[in-house]
Each structure stands twice: as structure tokens, then as C-alpha cells.
């Protein structure tokens, strides 16, 4: 008997369905809880669904329902069953079936963000992405950059704005001004920051590397690329508050001009990319004034998938791929990459996605295969 697919998500609090989902996105999502009733059992998808709790984030309950239940579909569609993984479970053979997100505890709290550095991002990100340290003057050995030191560069070289991430979590991207500030300026700013990014310069005084410093870019239409075994599979806008209930069959191509030869000779001919094609023109992030509506740009849509195809076919591999057009220069470049079984789905056509996920010699764990710490 074959082995079973694995699953390693779980559901979240239950928000309820969304009020602005017309009747076929209800009866989707409705599917979809009877599929993961099957992973789960249905008492325990029951205690799930009987506490509602209308302050839960709705598209985390949502996009792991439809993530559980694409995983589930898709190994029924090979003729085998989904079971829950069992948690820790990293080994080569575990992680070959398996389907779902990487849990925190898997990876630590302060785990490395594996993507940063990317060569993608390096070659396409249309700006340069620097590594750089906070740390007192007097510490010994090679540190790296000096995370003011390039701040203040940067700065030099004319550009307004900058934007520092944390390598060591998801959760930290703060925008700090430059043009006109002195370097104790920028530094009061960045203690002073909000987001609490001053006790992390304390936090992680020393710690080699541990920001990543890039000029802010006008960065619009924000797109995330589904990409398994080094073709693109399905990808859709960064509109937060889409989820794949919240597709469209209006709103999706298939663009035939992308089923390239690459595509034909391989068994995944099957699965020629689906694109929603809507976008939004601004992200509200980062403090940016956000454009609140969502456009319907296949052009654009058409134009980054051009690029996401060029871009995938010199780097293969399992990843999501955000990519955005630089205003300024007009040109397509990278925002970020993430992994695959942990980036939000937004209006992604979840099947396209698991059942691609399902048939892949690289499932996206490669950092992962590795015995626990
Ligand atoms: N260099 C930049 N210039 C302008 N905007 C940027 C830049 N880098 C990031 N942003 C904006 O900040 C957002 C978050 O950045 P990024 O995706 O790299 O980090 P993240 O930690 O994954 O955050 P999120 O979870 O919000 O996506 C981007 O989607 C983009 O809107
Ligand atoms: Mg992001």
C-alpha cells in the first residue's frame, strides 16, 4: 500500500464566513471544511466550528482551510490518503510526503528567514540589499558592515528613505527616513521606532548579519508567484484581504503563451499556470499610502509573469516569488521570496498549487532536512 501524503498545518480560530463572499465562494468554503473534516475527523473540526469567534484573523482560518483541503484533494486525486504529520517529523522520507506549513517550533523562534539572501533578490531585486551588524564601537573581530555606518551611506548616495529588516524573524521591516537627518537623528528614529526595532539593535547588539539594509523603491502591483519544481503553477495579487475563496474564474488566465516548450515535455504540462490578474497598485505597508481599490490588470499580470519565467528558468527550485514593478525605472524586480508551504495564498488557486506540491520531487523543506537541534 502506498504511503500517505502528510499534512502539518492545523486550523485557527474559527471567524466565521466572510460577509462579503457571494454564494459560490460560500459553497467553496463549505467543501472545503467537509474535506478537512476527512484530515482532522469531524468531532474535532466540530469543536473547531462551534467556538466563533468573530475577532479571529479571517484569512488565517480561511487559508489554512483551503490549504488543508487542496492537500487532501490532491492525494485523494493520486489515489492515496492525507494524514496529519506528526509534529518534529523532518526526516528525508517524512518530508518527500509531506504537504504543509513549517510550525514555528520546528524551526525556533528566532529562525533564520531562509530566503533573505536569495540569489534572486540579489540579481533581481532592481536595489542593492546589504547585510549589516549593530554593534558598539569597541567590539573585537569582523563584524561585518556596521548597520549606521551603511545607513548613513546610503543616505550619502542620495536616497530618501531605507528600509531595514530583521534576518531572524518574519516580523520585523521598519522604513526610516534619511534625506536631511543626521546619523543621531536616524539612530533616535530607529530607537524610538514603534515596531520596538530599538530593543532589537540591544537584542541583537553583536549578532553578525542580522539586518538586511535596502533603499525604499516604488514598488506597485505586487505579485506572488506559486513555484514548484522550477515552474510556475498558480500565482495571484498581494491583496491582503483576498483569500482563495475570494477567486474568481473571470478574473483568472492561463496564459497559452507561457505552456513553452519547457512546459510541454513535462508531466506538469497538465498544470499551465493560473493567474488571477487582479492587483493592488499600492500596498498599504510600510506607512505608504495604499491604493484601498483592486485593479483588473492582465497586462501587468502578463508582464510579470514574463519575468517570473525568465527569472524561475535560472534559478529552479520550490519557492513563492513576490515581484512588484519599480515605478521609477520601470522595471520588474523581486521583493522577496518566501516558502512555498508558509506564504499566504491570497486569491492563488489552492489546488493548482498542493496538487502541483503533491507530485514534486522538491517539496520546498530542503532547509529543514536536518536532524533537531
Ligand atoms: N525596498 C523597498 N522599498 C519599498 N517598499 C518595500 C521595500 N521592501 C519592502 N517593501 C514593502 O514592504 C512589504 C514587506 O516587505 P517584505 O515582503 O520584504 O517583508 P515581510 O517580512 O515578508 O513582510 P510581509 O509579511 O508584510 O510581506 C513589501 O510587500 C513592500 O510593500
Ligand atoms: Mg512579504
Same mark, same amino acid.
Given at each position: 500500500m502506498v504511503a500517505p501524503d502528510l499534512y502539518s498545518g492545523f486550523l485557527r480560530a474559527y471567524p466565521g464566513f466572510k460577509p462579503t463572499w457571494s454564494r459560490t465562494s460560500i459553497e467553496r468554503a463549505t467543501d472545503d471544511l467537509r474535506?478537512?473534516?476527512?484530515?482532522? &475527523?469531524p468531532n474535532e473540526l466540530g469543536r473547531i466550528l462551534a467556538d466563533v469567534d468573530p475577532s479571529a484573523d479571517v484569512e488565517d482560518f480561511w487559508e489554512g482551510c483551503a490549504r488543508m483541503?487542496?492537500?487532501?484533494?490532491?492525494?485523494? !486525486?493520486? &489515489?492515496?490518503?492525507?494524514?496529519?504529520?506528526?509534529?518534529g517529523s523532518w526526516d528525508t522520507e517524512s518530508l518527500g510526503r509531506r504537504l504543509g506549513p513549517v510550525l514555528r517550533q520546528e524551526t525556533g523562534f528566532h529562525a533564520r528567514d531562509e530566503f533573505i539572501d536569495h540569489p534572486?533578490?540579489?540579481?533581481?531585486?532592481?536595489?542593492?540589499?546589504?547585510?549589516?551588524?549593530?554593534?558598539?564601537?569597541?567590539? *573585537?573581530?569582523?563584524?561585518? $558592515?556596521?548597520?549606521?555606518?551603511?545607513?548613513v551611506a546610503l543616505r550619502d548616495a542620495g536616497h530618501a528613505e531605507a528600509?531595514? !529588516?530583521?534576518?531572524?524573524? !518574519?516580523?520585523?521591516?521598519?522604513?526610516?527616513?534619511?534625506?536631511?537627518?543626521?546619523s543621531e537623528e536616524i539612530l533616535h528614529d530607529l530607537q524610538d521606532d514603534e515596531s520596538g526595532l530599538g530593543w532589537s539593535l540591544?537584542?541583537?547588539? &553583536?549578532?553578525?548579519?542580522?539586518?538586511r539594509i535596502q533603499p525604499v523603491i516604488d514598488m506597485a502591483h505586487e505579485y506572488r508567484f506559486f513555484v514548484v519544481d522550477g515552474l510556475v503553477v498558480a500565482g495571484a495579487g498581494c491583496i491582503e484581504e483576498?483569500? $482563495?475563496?475570494?477567486?474568481?474564474?473571470?478574473?483568472?488566465?492561463t496564459p497559452d503563451s507561457f505552456v513553452t516548450e519547457a512546459l510541454v515535455c513535462c508531466p506538469r504540462s497538465l498544470f499551465p499556470p493560473r493567474l488571477d490578474t487582479r492587483t493592488r497598485e499600492v500596498r498599504g505597508t510600510l506607512g505608504r499610502e495604499g491604493t484601498p481599490s483592486v485593479v483588473h490588470r492582465p497586462d501587468v499580470v502578463g508582464?510579470?509573469?514574463?519575468?517570473?519565467?525568465?527569472?524561475?528558468?535560472?534559478? $529552479? &527550485?520550490?519557492?513563492?516569488?513576490?515581484?512588484?514593478?519599480?515605478?521609477?525605472?520601470?522595471?520588474?524586480?523581486?521583493?522577496?521570496?518566501?516558502?512555498?508551504?508558509?506564504?499566504?495564498?491570497?486569491?492563488? *488557486?489552492?489546488?493548482?498549487?498542493?496538487?502541483?506540491?503533491?507530485?514534486?520531487?522538491d517539496k520546498g523543506y530542503g532547509h529543514l532536512d536536518r536532524p533537531a537541534d
Open positions: 474535506a478537512c473534516a476527512e484530515v482532522l &475527523g483541503a487542496a492537500s487532501q484533494r490532491a492525494a485523494a !486525486k493520486r &489515489g492515496g490518503r492525507l494524514r496529519l504529520a506528526e509534529r534572486l533578490l540579489q540579481r533581481f531585486g532592481g536595489r542593492s540589499i546589504v547585510a549589516a551588524t549593530s554593534y558598539d564601537q569597541d567590539v *573585537d573581530g569582523d563584524l561585518g $558592515p556596521e548597520l549606521m555606518g551603511e545607513l528600509v531595514i !529588516k530583521l534576518a531572524a524573524s !518574519k516580523t520585523g521591516i521598519v522604513r526610516v527616513r534619511l534625506a536631511g537627518r543626521s540591544i537584542h541583537l547588539d &553583536g549578532v553578525r548579519d542580522a539586518f483576498h483569500t $482563495p475563496y475570494d477567486r474568481d474564474e473571470e478574473f483568472t488566465i508582464r510579470l509573469m514574463a519575468a517570473a519565467t525568465e527569472m524561475v528558468a535560472s534559478c $529552479p &527550485g520550490t519557492y513563492a516569488l513576490d515581484l512588484a514593478i519599480d515605478r521609477d525605472r520601470d522595471q520588474v524586480v523581486v521583493v522577496e521570496l518566501n516558502g512555498i508551504t508558509n506564504a499566504g495564498l491570497y486569491a492563488a *488557486d489552492a489546488d493548482r498549487v498542493q496538487l502541483a506540491l503533491a507530485m514534486a520531487s
